[in-house]
């Protein structure tokens, strides 16, 4: 594929908004997870929650959008002069011409969990000031930053579980070779909701202390929230020392059980290995690699043999999902925007509460932030369903 520039981004987790705070956290290894106080769903467990949404509603022409992701969202499009830069690539292309895609798994869903409590205790009607289409409808999302943005362009929303954010790099890439647009917002969002806690906590497969990624002693996921967005465009003639470029993207659908990975990571080497092919690289061209690693005995196990087997034991690799839990379809993007990161300022992130390395995994697992001068970032995201995704992003030749 031919190389696009990441030409402005903007994120917020439980770590903070922006660039500087996402930073100062990364560097400290200091985590965001913290005992649930989430209202809605209590639980014993460790959450990262991004404070204060509750204080923040989206008033006038974005009133109809209001509900928890969609604050979200807009916090982090009000990040790091986000907004000036679409509003300049508008200027350049149209607003015809820039293409919005981004993905979410459960969209503005507290909204609708909301409702429920609030219908009539004799009709059971959902009240009249409920709008299901411009909050809970999957494509909502799409809309609404479509809409904040001032944007016209093709627009739809991916929801392909926790590899969601980062496949729509790929949609973006293909309509732009396309020639269907000249430039595309990607990212997405993901909210704490009832749903999502309950769920997993059904599944068995969530921590009561915060997620220990690669550990020996892991005990399941932590469950965050967060919303990121990349603007995505042909690389300027000349680059600079802040331009980043998605090389490649790789996608695979191993179909081999609807929650859980291939335990040999089949599905996951196939997904890396057509990032590599895409971006016209070999394994050692990667500098360190930005694992999916939700600290789960089986998905942990699997990804550790499909990195090994792929690259050896010397690239170095972490999970940043110590830092912000695992903020399901959002993960995609927020973990490729840390690996920008990585690379813009000289490090290799570490694994917050991470304690003891798996004896039997192979990999080169770091636990601590590291300073190093990474060119080549790979990052993975890989999903219920066997739906998998990689991307390599770096600096301009």
């Known amino acids: 594929m031919q190389p696009l520039a990441l030409s402005r981004f903007c994120l917020v987790t439980s770590l903070g908004a922006g660039r500087q705070a996402t930073l100062a956290a990364l560097r400290q290894g200091r985590s965001g997870l913290a005992f649930c106080r989430f209202a809605p769903a209590p639980q014993s467990t460790f959450v990262g929650e991004v404070p204060h949404l509750d204080t923040v509603p989206l008033n006038g022409a974005l009133a109809g959008f209001d509900?928890?992701?969609?604050r979200l969202a807009a916090m982090a499009l009000e990040q790091d002069g986000f907004d000036e830069a679409v509003a300049a690539a508008r200027d350049r292309y149209g607003a015809e011409r820039i293409g919005v895609f981004v993905g979410t798994s459960t969209a503005g869903l507290?909204?609708?969990e909301t409702a429920y409590r609030r219908r009539d205790s004799k009709s059971g009607a959902l009240p009249v000031d409920f709008?299901?289409?411009r909050t809970h409808n999957t494509y909502s999302l799409g809309e609404f930053v479509r809409t904040r943005l001032g944007l016209g362009g093709p627009a739809y929303v991916v929801s392909a579980a926790c590899a969601t954010t980062a496949k729509v790099f790929g949609h973006a890439a293909r309509m732009i070779a396309a020639g269907v647009c000249d430039a595309a917002i990607v990212g997405g969002a993901d909210s704490l909701c009832a749903t999502t806690l309950f769920g997993f906590r059904s599944l068995e497969v969530m921590s009561d202390e915060p997620c220990r990624p690669f550990d020996a002693d892991r005990r399941g996921?932590?469950?965050g929230e967060a919303a990121g967005f990349a603007l995505l465009e042909k690389p300027p003639a000349k680059a600079d020392d802040e331009t980043v470029l998605l090389?490649?993207?790789g996608e695979s659908?191993?179909?081999y059980h609807m929650s859980s990975p291939h335990p040999e990571g089949i599905g996951a080497r196939?997904?890396?290995e057509r990032a590599l092919a895409a971006a016209g690289m070999k394994p050692a061209a990667i500098d360190y690699i930005n694992l999916h690693g939700t600290a789960t005995a089986v998905g942990d196990a699997a990804e550790?043999?499909?990195v090994s087997d792929l690259f050896g034991t010397a690239t170095p690799c972490s999970s940043t999902k110590g830092y912000t839990g695992h903020t399901l379809g959002a993960s995609g993007i927020v973990e490729a925007l840390f690996s920008a990161l990585s690379i813009l300022e000289g490090w290799l992130w570490g694994s917050p509460h991470t304690r003891r390395v798996d004896p039997a995994f192979k990999s080169h697992y770091l636990i601590e932030a590291v300073a190093a001068s990474p060119d080549r970032v790979l990052s993975n995201s890989f999903g219920f369903g066997g739906a998998n995704c990689s991307i390599i992003v770096g600096r301009a030749p």
């Not at 509900?67 to 969609?70: D, E, G, K, T």
């Open 67 to 70: 509900c928890r992701n969609h």
């Open 110 to 112: 507290l909204q609708t």
């Open 131 to 133: 709008d299901y289409a």
């Open 221 to 223: 996921i932590s469950i």
């Open 247 to 249: 090389f490649g993207v």
């Open 253 to 255: 659908s191993d179909a």
């Open 270 to 272: 196939m997904a890396m």
């Open 304 to 306: 550790d043999r499909a």
